[in-house]
């Protein structure tokens, strides 16, 4: 069984940039899609973004143009490239990844955006 393990949370002002890593114990192919989601407290959680296995990408209409997801299919990791952060993308961020036997998640990195 594939697990995800998340990395690259932390504190970080208003503008400021953070890159999150999930990387994935075993191969990123065995997934149809990858991704990440947030949820912030008091709030449902929400697909941020996502890498289909043919390169597609999708964003949350709040974050385009500001957040980038990527894979490295050799390293097996997903990344999540965020720029100009707000306040409101403070949140835990949870890898994810859709297969045929159901969907994986990561244990979550908090990502806090405050001056």
């Known amino acids: 069984q594939v697990q995800l393990v998340e990395s690259g949370g932390g504190l970080v002002q208003p503008g400021g940039s953070l890159r999150l890593s999930c990387a994935a114990s075993?191969?990123?192919?065995?997934?149809?899609?990858m991704g990440w989601y947030r949820q912030a407290p008091g709030k449902q959680r929400e697909l941020v973004a996502q890498v289909l296995t043919d390169g597609r990408t999708d964003y949350l209409d709040s974050v385009k143009g500001r957040f980038t997801i990527s894979r490295d299919s050799a390293k097996n990791t997903v990344y999540l490239q965020m720029i100009s952060l707000k306040p409101e993308d403070t949140a835990s961020y949870y890898c994810?990844?859709?297969?045929?036997?159901?969907?994986?998640w990561g244990q979550g990195t908090q990502v806090t955006v405050s001056s």
């Open positions: 994810w990844g859709s297969a045929r036997d159901g969907d994986y």
């Open positions: 075993g191969s990123i192919f065995s997934f149809d899609a």
